[in-house]
């Protein structure tokens, strides 16, 4: 599966093409999904799902851009499943994995309801560079703090980033 991940990862940057914003952005929510996934000792399996979901989470962005003129997450939550789709099917993945991809790229910038373990830690390394690229506020951030993030690897990384007195 290693090699699936990786190839996934190098589709999602082939698709945006010369667009070193989208992937720079993406190969870092990756990397936070992955930091994130390891300290909370996630299985294989969910791993994997999501670490494709975070490769492929703005890949609808070029999409909405065009058909809504905007960026806004729910075009991008609305474009990208269909194009991650697309992308996903040279990899022969089981459908029940596509689905959960596709619903994940569908959900990432949904808050409220949290389904799932793979889920919470997309939402997490979504907003941990969003934080920054954005940026948002100190506000924004200890809200997200508060009432959105849950796992410890998570909040020990906002804090580490952008709390620092709550450490």
């Not at 929510?29 to 294989?44: F, S, T």
């Not at 689905?99 to 830690?121: E, V």
């Not at 941990?128 to 100190?138: G, H, I, K, T, Y």
Request: glycine share 6%; net charge negative; charged share 20%.
């Amino acid at each position: 599966m290693h090699d699936t991940a990786a190839n996934i990862l190098l589709a999602a940057c082939a698709y945006n093409g010369a667009d070193p914003k989208r992937n720079h952005h993406l190969l870092k929510v990756h990397n936070y999904c992955r930091m994130i996934a390891e300290g909370e000792q996630l299985d294989a399996h969910t791993r994997f799902v999501l670490e494709a979901a975070a490769a492929l989470h703005d890949i609808g962005i070029h999409e909405a851009e065009r058909v809504h003129g905007s960026t806004a997450g729910t075009y991008q939550q609305l474009e990208g499943p269909p194009i991650a789709r697309r992308l996903l099917e040279p990899f022969g993945l089981p459908a029940e994995d596509v689905d959960r991809i596709c619903w994940l790229i569908a959900h990432h910038h949904t808050y409220n309801p949290i389904d799932g373990i793979d889920h919470q830690i997309l939402l997490e390394a979504d907003f941990l560079v969003n934080a920054w690229e954005e940026p948002f506020s100190d506000a924004q951030i200890r809200h997200f703090y508060t009432h959105v993030a849950a796992t410890e690897t998570g909040k020990t990384l906002l804090r580490a980033h952008y709390l620092p007195d709550l450490e």
